[in-house]
């Protein structure tokens, strides 16, 4: 039987979002698939530029410190290093 191992519910959401690189100067694409209050899953062609540390610019004006906590294709699971409100 499969058991949960998050410490966060998941919210399913289909949303545009912007991964913001180091020094702010440049942004990729995404979408963000889901989100909780620890972390995202997040779709981006570009997956190869994305960075180990980056912000996540949600379109909503939300932005997050966020850490990739692994990587399949271009998915990927992000942890935010601040707690969403």
């Known amino acids: 039987m499969f058991t949960e191992k998050r410490r966060h519910k998941r919210?399913?959401?289909?949303r545009n979002a912007r991964i913001v690189l180091p020094g702010g100067n440049s942004t990729l694409s995404c979408v963000?698939?889901?989100i909780s209050n620890?972390?995202?899953r997040l779709r981006?062609?570009?997956?190869l530029l994305m960075p180990d540390?980056?912000?996540l610019s949600i379109e909503d004006g939300l932005t997050f410190p966020a850490t990739v906590r692994y990587r399949e294709n271009?998915?990927?699971g992000v942890e935010f290093l601040e707690k969403v409100a």
Do not use: P, S
């Open 53 to 55: 540390r980056f912000h």
């Open 32 to 34: 963000l698939l889901d």
């Open 38 to 40: 620890g972390g995202a």
């Open 11 to 14: 919210q399913r959401v289909l």
């Open 74 to 76: 271009n998915i990927a």
């Open 44 to 47: 981006t062609e570009q997956w």
